[in-house]
């Protein structure tokens, strides 16, 4: 898979307002649970056999999975579509059929670590795992000491960066894409990036004053997606300077492909491939999508075992999936970009084949950090003005 080779000021209603930095509203419907069981776990699969487990695994690995046996369910918080899940969930239960019983959240960026934390505070979360892409807010759970402590067996056959805090592991390499309407815009008007597409609507600013969508800076996604960048992408505030007048702030991925579909905008700017690729790659031509060429951004998406899971072992055998060679290939058929260098599958960029197409030197690898208050406020207060 690769990428397509190539009005009025904004309104200030749709800037972000500062006492939401870094908040995410959950998505519509997002307490409601994904997923559910696959199917009732039969005693046939309450008893079948496990898989043999990797060389590299330890002896003691059976415990975990005789363990698993007599938990038989899993929960997820995440603010990851069912589409992304479903192809790990069916290779899972296909492998530990007693563990039919998974379930995910499709939450907003925040709420997936707000809801942990409220109900753990109270003593009653459900919850295993935390899954989700919102870098900043990993960096606050990592001074939490809310991951359980638990070494994957796969660590050893991983980057050293794939355990990105402690007890915070890497799901998958996800970049930061566009998108655009193939119906609205001429050829030449198909950008390759941000810098590219400055240079587009400057052409034509009456053409394309508010035809831009951007991920606001204030929502946690939207924070790291704008300020990772910035930060690594050569001359990246004068292109934001440029482009930014030009843009409306949205607080969700849903939206911002929304309105690039309906027309409202030409294009969507960083969104995660996981959520851009697959809806230009299912839209029938109508929309295109890009990395950038002056430097892609790939926020990875974390994936931690919470101390407090009620089905711990059931967790550490879904996490070894995740990191193994077959759960990347199927994190990769879900629409995520798989990592593990040794990770067979031909549904999407590899983070290896962004580096050979981009060049390694414009792949940008996002670290999360916790963000102090002020500077997040400063940052946001930037962006504002540069948004005229």
């Known amino acids: 898979m690769s990428s397509n080779p190539h009005g009025s000021a904004p309104d200030p209603a749709t800037r972000p307002s500062r006492r939401r930095l870094l908040r995410g509203a959950a998505a519509v419907g997002g307490l409601a649970v994904l997923g559910g069981p696959l199917s009732a776990c039969t005693a046939d ?3 079948a056999a496990a898989p043999q487990a990797p060389v590299y695994y330890p002896a003691s690995y059976d415990r975990i999975v005789d363990a698993s046996r007599r938990e038989r369910k899993l929960l997820i918080y995440s603010n ?7 192809p790990v969930f069916d290779a899972f239960a ?6 039919s019983d998974i379930r995910a959240t499709n939450l907003g960026g925040s709420a997936v670590y707000e809801r ?8 009653t979360c459900p919850a295993d795992v935390l899954a989700n892409n919102a ?3 990993w960096g606050d759970y990592a001074t939490r000491d809310a991951a359980a402590d638990y070494r994957s067996p796969e660590k050893d056959h991983l980057p050293d960066w794939a355990e990105l805090l402690p007890g915070v592991w890497t799901m998958s390499t996800d970049p930061v894409a566009l998108i655009y309407n193939r119906k ?8 390759d990036g941000l810098r590219s597409l400055a240079a587009i609507v400057e052409a034509q600013p009456s053409r394309f004053r508010g035809k831009v969508g951007v991920y606001d800076p204030t929502n946690a996604y939207g924070y790291a997606s704008n300020q990772g960048y910035t930060s690594n992408v050569a001359g990246g505030w004068d292109t934001f300077r440029r482009l930014l007048p030009f843009a409306h702030a949205d607080h969700s991925s849903g939206t911002l492909v929304e309105k690039v579909v309906s027309g409202e905008y030409d294009f969507s700017v960083n969104l995660s ?3 851009a690729i697959p809806a230009a790659e299912h839209s029938g031509g109508l929309l295109g999508w890009s990395y950038y060429a002056e430097g892609t951004v790939v926020m990875p998406r974390g994936v931690s075992i919470v101390k407090t899971a009620p089905h711990p072992n059931a967790a550490r055998l879904f996490l070894d999936f995740l990191l193994s060679a077959d759960g990347q290939a199927k994190v990769a058929e879900g629409g995520l970009v798989p990592y593990r260098p040794d990770v067979r599958q031909d549904a999407m960029d590899s983070l290896q084949d962004m580096r050979r197409k981009l060049g390694a030197d ?6 999360p950090v916790q963000v102090p208050e002020r500077v997040q406020e400063a940052y946001v207060a930037r962006w504002e003005k540069a948004a005229g």
């Open 45 to 47: 699969e309450a008893n």
């Open 80 to 86: 990851t579509s069912q589409t992304n899940w479903q």
């Open 94 to 99: 296909q492998r530990y059929p007693w563990l």
């Open 116 to 123: 942990y934390y409220s109900e753990s505070a109270a003593g």
């Open 135 to 137: 870098g900043p807010l």
């Open 184 to 191: 609205t815009l001429a050829a030449d008007q198909f950008p």
């Open 273 to 275: 491939g996981g959520v």
């Open 362 to 367: 414009r792949v940008h690898l996002y670290r």
